[in-house]
């Protein structure tokens, strides 16, 4: 029997059986991966220890694994710092970071440097709650591409950046299109896809520049392409099913 103890995020939880959770954690160690929380539904003890179990909210968990039990069960959790105090338009943006994890890794890898990236764009979300508000959609979009373009890379899907898909370097007087495996295409009419649809060879310039840890501030005028590329990027692996919390955010911009 083994015991382990790790520091770890949640990313998603649902009800199991009459009184317990199944949720899936994200860790350094572990990367994303179930357990079982017990006695978390039902009278106020459970709701204060359910309470522990919200996102943005790092836990130390406990358990032991046995062969007999594929799925571990949480001896014990305890908060392991201060959360992070996500509110509004910035709580959304942290529950969509959430959700391309828990749908986008595969479990039980090790994931140190995402789970830092990760850790470092909560704060960057929570920081920017302090900015003037004008301020704010800006330094908020910059955190959400730029953990998409780290988490990208960390799945083995990054861009290249420096040369089209003809391997001929990125001009700045040219447009791009992108597809994902191939990369970025000169723009043409006869590709049938719009001109307005297209990324500035500046840009791609700007962005190859710009990439860095945090903060990443690319030009404002480069970041609609850059949503635009980086969701193309990450469509194949997404699959059909829409992204919720883009639906959230989506609302609370209107």
Known sequence: M???EQVAWVLHSRPYRETSALVTFFSAEQGKFNAIARSVRGGKKAQGKA???QPFRPLQLRWQARVTQPLPTLSAFESAGSHFPLQGQ???CGLYINELL???LYPGLAQEALFQDYTQVLWALTKLQLQPIEQQSY???????WFEWHLLDTLGHG???SQDAHGQAIADELDYVYQPHTGFWPWHPALGIPQTQAISG???QQLAA???PWPFCPPAFCLKSLRQLLSQALAPHLGSQPIQARKLLLKSLK
């Open 90 to 92: 910035t709580a959304v």
């Open 159 to 161: 861009i290249e950046w």
């Open 210 to 212: 710009a990439r860095q």
């Open 202 to 204: 500046r840009c791609v």
């Open 139 to 145: 330094t908020q979009a910059c955190a959400l591409r």
């Open 102 to 104: 828990y749908r986008l």
């Open 2 to 4: 083994q015991h382990f």
């Open 51 to 53: 309470a522990l179990l």
